[in-house]
Protein backbone atom coordinates (compact mmCIF):
# COMPACT_ATOMS: atom_id res chain seq x y z
CA UNK A 1 0.00 0.00 0.00
CA UNK A 2 1.23 3.51 -0.89
CA UNK A 3 0.99 6.53 1.69
CA UNK A 4 1.77 10.08 0.61
CA UNK A 5 4.60 11.67 1.36
CA UNK A 6 4.64 14.77 4.40
CA UNK A 7 4.98 17.30 2.04
CA UNK A 8 2.71 15.84 -1.14
CA UNK A 9 0.13 15.59 1.97
CA UNK A 10 0.51 19.18 2.95
CA UNK A 11 0.32 19.98 -1.00
CA UNK A 12 -2.81 18.93 -1.21
CA UNK A 13 -3.98 20.93 1.54
CA UNK A 14 -2.33 24.18 0.51
CA UNK A 15 -4.39 24.78 -2.41
CA UNK A 16 -7.98 24.87 -0.82
CA UNK A 17 -6.00 26.75 1.93
CA UNK A 18 -5.13 29.47 -1.12
CA UNK A 19 -8.45 29.30 -2.34
CA UNK A 20 -9.95 30.44 0.45
CA UNK A 21 -7.76 33.14 1.08
CA UNK A 22 -8.16 34.49 -2.25
CA UNK A 23 -12.10 34.65 -1.53
CA UNK A 24 -12.15 35.40 1.95
CA UNK A 25 -9.02 37.94 1.50
CA UNK A 26 -9.27 41.81 2.46
CA UNK A 27 -8.67 43.70 -0.64
CA UNK A 28 -7.45 47.91 -0.26
CA UNK A 29 -7.19 50.14 -2.93
CA UNK A 30 -4.20 50.33 -4.72
CA UNK A 31 -2.58 53.45 -6.42
CA UNK A 32 -0.79 53.31 -8.80
CA UNK A 33 1.75 56.44 -10.02
CA UNK A 34 3.57 56.33 -13.07
CA UNK A 35 5.71 58.63 -14.89
CA UNK A 36 6.16 59.14 -18.49
CA UNK A 37 8.60 62.27 -19.67
CA UNK A 38 8.60 64.19 -16.01
CA UNK A 39 4.86 64.00 -16.08
CA UNK A 40 2.72 61.87 -13.16
CA UNK A 41 -0.14 59.69 -13.95
CA UNK A 42 -2.05 58.10 -11.26
CA UNK A 43 -4.19 54.75 -11.33
CA UNK A 44 -6.53 53.89 -8.95
CA UNK A 45 -7.68 49.90 -8.42
CA UNK A 46 -10.23 49.85 -6.30
CA UNK A 47 -10.55 46.64 -3.52
CA UNK A 48 -14.22 45.89 -5.40
CA UNK A 49 -13.03 45.27 -8.56
CA UNK A 50 -9.86 43.42 -7.20
CA UNK A 51 -11.88 41.25 -5.07
CA UNK A 52 -14.37 40.52 -7.71
CA UNK A 53 -11.32 39.72 -10.70
CA UNK A 54 -10.11 37.18 -7.81
CA UNK A 55 -13.70 35.43 -7.28
CA UNK A 56 -14.46 35.34 -11.22
CA UNK A 57 -10.95 34.29 -12.00
CA UNK A 58 -11.41 31.07 -9.06
CA UNK A 59 -14.93 30.70 -10.13
CA UNK A 60 -14.25 30.51 -13.77
CA UNK A 61 -11.11 27.56 -12.83
CA UNK A 62 -13.91 25.73 -11.21
CA UNK A 63 -15.97 25.18 -14.08
CA UNK A 64 -13.08 24.90 -16.76
CA UNK A 65 -11.84 22.14 -14.48
CA UNK A 66 -15.22 20.38 -13.46
CA UNK A 67 -15.64 20.69 -17.61
CA UNK A 68 -12.48 19.29 -18.43
CA UNK A 69 -13.49 16.05 -15.34
CA UNK A 70 -16.66 15.88 -17.43
CA UNK A 71 -15.03 15.29 -20.52
CA UNK A 72 -12.75 13.26 -19.74
CA UNK A 73 -15.18 10.88 -17.54
CA UNK A 74 -18.01 11.12 -21.03
CA UNK A 75 -14.47 9.68 -23.22
CA UNK A 76 -13.88 7.07 -20.80
CA UNK A 77 -17.56 5.71 -20.90
CA UNK A 78 -17.66 5.92 -24.70
CA UNK A 79 -14.70 4.10 -25.40
CA UNK A 80 -15.70 1.57 -23.04
CA UNK A 81 -19.09 1.21 -24.41
CA UNK A 82 -17.11 1.60 -27.96
CA UNK A 83 -14.75 -2.25 -27.08
CA UNK A 84 -17.53 -3.70 -25.60
CA UNK A 85 -19.98 -2.77 -29.42
CA UNK A 86 -16.64 -4.00 -31.28
CA UNK A 87 -16.16 -6.77 -29.16
CA UNK A 88 -20.27 -8.02 -29.41
CA UNK A 89 -20.08 -7.36 -33.67
CA UNK A 90 -16.68 -8.82 -33.67
CA UNK A 91 -17.99 -12.33 -31.64
CA UNK A 92 -21.33 -12.56 -34.31
CA UNK A 93 -18.68 -12.16 -37.12
CA UNK A 94 -16.66 -15.42 -36.03
CA UNK A 95 -19.86 -16.94 -35.56
CA UNK A 96 -21.52 -16.41 -38.32
CA UNK A 97 -18.35 -17.25 -40.55
CA UNK A 98 -17.60 -20.35 -38.66
CA UNK A 99 -21.24 -21.34 -38.98
CA UNK A 100 -20.63 -21.36 -42.94
CA UNK A 101 -17.23 -22.36 -42.66
CA UNK A 102 -15.58 -25.80 -41.72
CA UNK A 103 -14.82 -26.31 -37.79
CA UNK A 104 -11.93 -27.99 -38.71
CA UNK A 105 -10.67 -25.27 -41.22
CA UNK A 106 -7.74 -23.43 -40.09
CA UNK A 107 -8.95 -20.16 -41.26
CA UNK A 108 -12.49 -20.33 -39.28
CA UNK A 109 -11.13 -19.26 -35.99
CA UNK A 110 -9.80 -16.18 -37.12
CA UNK A 111 -10.92 -13.09 -39.54
CA UNK A 112 -9.32 -10.93 -41.66
CA UNK A 113 -10.08 -7.06 -41.85
CA UNK A 114 -11.77 -7.91 -45.62
CA UNK A 115 -13.42 -10.50 -44.31
CA UNK A 116 -15.12 -8.55 -41.56
CA UNK A 117 -15.86 -5.75 -43.77
CA UNK A 118 -17.51 -8.08 -46.21
CA UNK A 119 -19.68 -10.15 -43.35
CA UNK A 120 -20.53 -6.98 -41.90
CA UNK A 121 -21.63 -5.35 -45.53
CA UNK A 122 -23.90 -8.44 -46.07
CA UNK A 123 -25.54 -8.48 -42.65
CA UNK A 124 -26.15 -4.80 -43.43
CA UNK A 125 -27.73 -5.67 -46.88
CA UNK A 126 -29.90 -8.35 -45.40
CA UNK A 127 -31.25 -6.12 -42.45
CA UNK A 128 -32.11 -3.56 -44.81
CA UNK A 129 -33.86 -5.80 -47.01
CA UNK A 130 -35.54 -7.29 -44.49
CA UNK A 131 -36.71 -4.02 -43.00
CA UNK A 132 -37.88 -2.42 -46.60
CA UNK A 133 -40.00 -6.04 -46.72
CA UNK A 134 -41.30 -5.32 -43.59
CA UNK A 135 -42.46 -1.96 -44.18
CA UNK A 136 -43.96 -2.75 -47.56
CA UNK A 137 -45.94 -5.58 -45.41
CA UNK A 138 -47.14 -3.17 -42.93
CA UNK A 139 -48.61 -1.12 -45.97
CA UNK A 140 -50.34 -3.77 -47.35
CA UNK A 141 -51.59 -5.14 -43.86
CA UNK A 142 -52.63 -1.56 -43.26
CA UNK A 143 -55.26 -1.37 -46.27
CA UNK A 144 -56.31 -4.68 -45.43
CA UNK A 145 -57.39 -3.42 -41.99
CA UNK A 146 -59.41 -0.74 -43.30
CA UNK A 147 -61.25 -3.05 -45.61
CA UNK A 148 -61.59 -5.41 -42.43
CA UNK A 149 -62.91 -2.56 -40.60
CA UNK A 150 -65.23 -1.57 -43.19
CA UNK A 151 -66.49 -5.24 -43.37
CA UNK A 152 -67.35 -5.35 -39.92
CA UNK A 153 -68.85 -1.75 -39.75
CA UNK A 154 -71.26 -3.27 -42.50
CA UNK A 155 -71.70 -6.20 -40.05
CA UNK A 156 -74.31 -4.82 -38.18
CA UNK A 157 -72.37 -6.35 -34.97
CA UNK A 158 -72.32 -3.40 -32.10
CA UNK A 159 -69.12 -2.97 -30.05
CA UNK A 160 -70.10 -4.49 -27.07
CA UNK A 161 -71.19 -8.24 -29.64
CA UNK A 162 -67.18 -7.27 -30.84
CA UNK A 163 -65.97 -7.08 -27.52
CA UNK A 164 -67.88 -10.19 -26.37
CA UNK A 165 -65.69 -12.34 -29.45
CA UNK A 166 -62.46 -10.90 -28.29
CA UNK A 167 -63.08 -11.59 -24.24
CA UNK A 168 -64.17 -15.27 -25.73
CA UNK A 169 -61.03 -15.50 -27.53
CA UNK A 170 -58.34 -13.99 -24.88
CA UNK A 171 -60.32 -16.33 -22.58
CA UNK A 172 -59.01 -19.19 -24.69
CA UNK A 173 -55.54 -17.88 -24.83
CA UNK A 174 -54.92 -16.09 -28.07
CA UNK A 175 -52.80 -12.95 -27.32
CA UNK A 176 -52.25 -10.66 -30.08
CA UNK A 177 -49.53 -9.21 -29.38
CA UNK A 178 -47.38 -12.36 -28.28
CA UNK A 179 -45.25 -13.41 -30.48
CA UNK A 180 -45.26 -9.43 -32.31
CA UNK A 181 -43.80 -7.90 -29.88
CA UNK A 182 -41.01 -10.24 -29.00
CA UNK A 183 -39.64 -9.65 -32.46
CA UNK A 184 -37.20 -6.61 -32.72
CA UNK A 185 -38.42 -6.15 -36.49
CA UNK A 186 -41.71 -5.74 -35.38
CA UNK A 187 -42.79 -2.75 -33.40
CA UNK A 188 -43.73 0.51 -32.99
CA UNK A 189 -46.43 0.98 -35.95
CA UNK A 190 -45.86 -2.46 -37.44
CA UNK A 191 -46.62 -4.22 -34.30
CA UNK A 192 -49.87 -2.01 -33.87
CA UNK A 193 -51.46 -3.20 -37.43
CA UNK A 194 -50.62 -6.69 -36.96
CA UNK A 195 -51.92 -6.81 -33.45
CA UNK A 196 -55.15 -5.01 -35.02
CA UNK A 197 -55.13 -7.45 -38.25
CA UNK A 198 -55.02 -10.37 -36.13
CA UNK A 199 -57.65 -8.88 -33.41
CA UNK A 200 -59.80 -8.18 -36.88
CA UNK A 201 -59.73 -11.23 -37.97
CA UNK A 202 -60.46 -13.43 -35.07
CA UNK A 203 -63.38 -11.68 -34.36
CA UNK A 204 -64.51 -11.93 -38.26
CA UNK A 205 -63.22 -15.75 -38.67
CA UNK A 206 -65.53 -16.79 -35.72
CA UNK A 207 -68.45 -16.22 -37.81
CA UNK A 208 -70.29 -18.52 -39.72
CA UNK A 209 -69.40 -18.26 -43.31
CA UNK A 210 -72.61 -20.14 -44.94
CA UNK A 211 -76.48 -20.38 -44.03
CA UNK A 212 -77.85 -24.15 -43.00
CA UNK A 213 -80.11 -24.56 -46.22
CA UNK A 214 -77.94 -25.21 -49.56
CA UNK A 215 -80.83 -24.03 -51.91
CA UNK A 216 -83.34 -21.21 -50.12
CA UNK A 217 -85.92 -17.99 -50.48
CA UNK A 218 -86.16 -15.95 -47.97
CA UNK A 219 -89.64 -15.49 -46.15
CA UNK A 220 -88.80 -13.71 -43.33
CA UNK A 221 -85.97 -11.34 -42.82
CA UNK A 222 -83.87 -10.16 -39.81
CA UNK A 223 -85.75 -7.45 -37.95
CA UNK A 224 -88.64 -5.59 -36.88
CA UNK A 225 -92.04 -7.22 -38.60
CA UNK A 226 -95.81 -7.73 -38.03
CA UNK A 227 -96.51 -11.35 -36.37
CA UNK A 228 -98.34 -13.41 -38.50
CA UNK A 229 -100.58 -14.77 -35.99
CA UNK A 230 -101.44 -11.37 -34.03
CA UNK A 231 -100.48 -8.73 -36.39
CA UNK A 232 -98.78 -6.80 -33.91
CA UNK A 233 -95.04 -5.28 -34.53
CA UNK A 234 -92.24 -7.46 -32.98
CA UNK A 235 -88.45 -7.97 -33.22
CA UNK A 236 -87.86 -11.07 -35.66
CA UNK A 237 -84.47 -12.36 -34.37
CA UNK A 238 -83.44 -14.67 -37.11
CA UNK A 239 -84.19 -15.39 -40.97
CA UNK A 240 -87.41 -17.68 -41.82
CA UNK A 241 -85.96 -20.46 -44.90
CA UNK A 242 -87.67 -22.06 -47.08
CA UNK A 243 -86.19 -24.47 -49.16
CA UNK A 244 -86.50 -23.88 -53.28
CA UNK A 245 -85.54 -27.32 -54.67
CA UNK A 246 -87.25 -29.43 -51.93
CA UNK A 247 -84.18 -30.56 -50.20
CA UNK A 248 -85.11 -29.80 -46.88
CA UNK A 249 -82.05 -30.88 -45.16
CA UNK A 250 -80.61 -28.50 -42.25
CA UNK A 251 -77.01 -28.53 -41.48
CA UNK A 252 -74.51 -26.77 -38.81
CA UNK A 253 -73.16 -23.67 -40.06
CA UNK A 254 -69.84 -23.74 -37.96
CA UNK A 255 -68.15 -26.53 -35.85
CA UNK A 256 -69.38 -26.34 -32.58
CA UNK A 257 -71.34 -28.69 -29.69
CA UNK A 258 -74.96 -28.98 -29.57
CA UNK A 259 -76.21 -27.35 -26.63
CA UNK A 260 -79.76 -28.06 -27.34
CA UNK A 261 -81.54 -30.64 -28.69
CA UNK A 262 -84.91 -30.68 -28.04
CA UNK A 263 -89.11 -30.04 -28.57
CA UNK A 264 -89.90 -26.18 -27.60
CA UNK A 265 -93.59 -24.86 -27.39
CA UNK A 266 -92.81 -21.96 -29.94
CA UNK A 267 -89.71 -22.98 -31.61
CA UNK A 268 -90.96 -26.60 -32.04
CA UNK A 269 -88.06 -29.03 -32.67
CA UNK A 270 -85.21 -27.08 -31.98
CA UNK A 271 -81.06 -27.17 -31.74
CA UNK A 272 -78.71 -24.71 -30.68
CA UNK A 273 -75.05 -25.22 -31.25
CA UNK A 274 -72.31 -23.34 -29.44
CA UNK A 275 -69.47 -22.03 -31.58
CA UNK A 276 -66.15 -20.85 -30.66
CA UNK A 277 -65.56 -17.14 -28.80
CA UNK A 278 -69.05 -17.09 -27.79
CA UNK A 279 -70.62 -17.41 -30.78
CA UNK A 280 -74.29 -19.97 -31.33
CA UNK A 281 -76.66 -20.62 -33.54
CA UNK A 282 -80.11 -22.02 -33.44
CA UNK A 283 -82.31 -23.50 -35.74
CA UNK A 284 -86.19 -24.02 -34.92
CA UNK A 285 -89.51 -25.76 -36.62
CA UNK A 286 -87.24 -28.89 -37.52
CA UNK A 287 -89.49 -31.85 -38.44
CA UNK A 288 -87.18 -34.20 -36.84
CA UNK A 289 -84.02 -34.07 -34.62
CA UNK A 290 -80.88 -36.44 -35.72
CA UNK A 291 -78.45 -35.30 -33.14
CA UNK A 292 -78.63 -34.99 -29.38
CA UNK A 293 -77.24 -32.58 -26.34
CA UNK A 294 -72.77 -33.11 -26.30
CA UNK A 295 -72.90 -34.23 -30.24
CA UNK A 296 -70.00 -32.47 -31.72
CA UNK A 297 -70.64 -30.89 -35.14
CA UNK A 298 -69.22 -29.82 -38.74
CA UNK A 299 -70.73 -28.21 -41.12
CA UNK A 300 -71.44 -31.68 -43.01
CA UNK A 301 -73.47 -32.12 -39.65
CA UNK A 302 -77.16 -32.98 -40.72
CA UNK A 303 -79.14 -31.31 -37.88
CA UNK A 304 -82.51 -32.45 -39.09
CA UNK A 305 -85.65 -31.55 -41.50
CA UNK A 306 -87.04 -28.61 -42.64
CA UNK A 307 -90.57 -28.61 -40.57
CA UNK A 308 -93.55 -26.80 -39.51
CA UNK A 309 -93.43 -27.86 -35.66
CA UNK A 310 -94.13 -25.55 -32.71
CA UNK A 311 -95.75 -22.07 -33.26
CA UNK A 312 -95.29 -21.78 -37.11
CA UNK A 313 -98.42 -20.80 -38.87
CA UNK A 314 -96.40 -19.51 -41.96
CA UNK A 315 -96.18 -23.42 -43.35
CA UNK A 316 -93.33 -25.43 -43.73
CA UNK A 317 -89.83 -23.11 -43.08
CA UNK A 318 -86.60 -23.33 -40.86
CA UNK A 319 -86.10 -20.62 -38.42
CA UNK A 320 -82.54 -19.63 -38.24
CA UNK A 321 -80.93 -17.24 -35.61
CA UNK A 322 -77.03 -16.16 -34.58
CA UNK A 323 -76.26 -15.07 -31.67
CA UNK A 324 -73.39 -13.43 -30.13
CA UNK A 325 -72.87 -14.01 -25.70
CA UNK A 326 -76.68 -14.43 -25.85
CA UNK A 327 -77.55 -11.44 -28.22
CA UNK A 328 -79.49 -12.19 -31.94
CA UNK A 329 -77.16 -10.65 -34.83
CA UNK A 330 -78.50 -10.31 -38.37
CA UNK A 331 -77.32 -13.54 -39.53
CA UNK A 332 -77.63 -12.13 -44.00
CA UNK A 333 -75.03 -9.67 -42.86
CA UNK A 334 -72.92 -11.77 -40.73
CA UNK A 335 -72.29 -14.82 -42.99
CA UNK A 336 -71.96 -12.06 -46.08
CA UNK A 337 -68.79 -10.23 -43.94
CA UNK A 338 -67.54 -14.10 -43.02
CA UNK A 339 -67.59 -15.21 -46.85
CA UNK A 340 -65.86 -12.09 -48.00
CA UNK A 341 -63.08 -12.49 -44.97
CA UNK A 342 -63.25 -16.18 -46.24
CA UNK A 343 -62.54 -15.17 -49.94
CA UNK A 344 -59.37 -12.87 -48.20
CA UNK A 345 -57.81 -15.60 -46.54
CA UNK A 346 -57.76 -18.03 -49.21
CA UNK A 347 -56.54 -15.65 -51.71
CA UNK A 348 -53.81 -15.31 -49.30
CA UNK A 349 -52.97 -19.10 -48.77
Not at 71 to 96: C, F, N, P
Not at 208 to 234: E, I, M, T
Not at 315 to 323: A, D, M, N, R, W
Amino acid sequence: MRFLSYSALASTHRVPLLVKRMWSREYHDVKLILEQRGDLKYFNIPASFQRFAARGFLITSAVLLGLILFLAITSLILGISRARLEKSHEDVYRALLTSSVDADSPDSSSLSDEQMINLAQTIRDRDMSIRRFVETSMVAVSEENDTLKTQLESSGLTEKIVRIIQQNSANGGFSPEGDIQSNPLLRGKVADELATNRALREVLYALPAQLPVANYSVSSDFGVRKHPLSGRSHFHTGLDLMSQTGDDKVFAVKPGIVVMAEYHPQYGNTVMIRHLNGVESLYAHLAQLLVKVGDKVTTESQLGYIGNTGDSSTGKHLHFEILVGGYPVNPQKVIRTAQYVQQIKNSNQ
